[in-house]
């Protein structure tokens, strides 16, 4: 079972930064991955950056690579926290962003937020 939680978006200009939480309860698995896709209305959902469970590999999606920088994965009295630091953002960052987490150390995302929803504009 894992319950997750996104924060952190919001409403900002082109060219600003802006940083996502998110944050997952897990039980019944200790080691697992965790990662973000985005969603615009009309266009499938893409990947946007991850962290695998060992911790030291990342993967980017094309279009945010040098942009975007998730963090190690944090765990805190059962609390498992990943950041998605997003810099220099532009209109077509705009999506719901949603968090992610495989099961276990399988190499599917399985476990996914609510989402929360990033809006770049002038």
């Known amino acids: 079972q894992v319950d997750l939680a996104e924060s952190g978006g919001g409403l900002v200009q082109p060219g600003d930064s802006l940083r996502l939480s998110c944050t997952a309860s897990?039980?019944?698995?200790?080691?697992?991955?965790m990662g973000w896709f985005r969603r615009t209305p009309g266009r499938a959902r893409e990947f946007v950056a991850g962290?695998?469970?060992?911790?030291?590999?990342?993967?980017?999606?094309d279009s945010v690579k040098g942009r975007f920088t998730i963090s190690s994965i944090t765990r805190d009295n059962g609390k498992n926290t990943v950041h998605l630091q997003m810099e220099n953002l532009e209109p077509e960052d705009t999506a719901v962003y949603f968090c992610?987490?495989?099961?276990?150390?399988?190499?599917?995302?399985?476990?996914w937020g609510q989402g929360t929803q990033v809006n770049v504009s002038s």
């Open positions: 992610a987490t495989s099961h276990g150390t399988t190499d599917t995302w399985y476990y």
């Open positions: 897990v039980h019944g698995f200790s080691s697992f991955s």
């Open positions: 962290r695998s469970w060992t911790g030291t590999k990342t993967w980017y999606g």
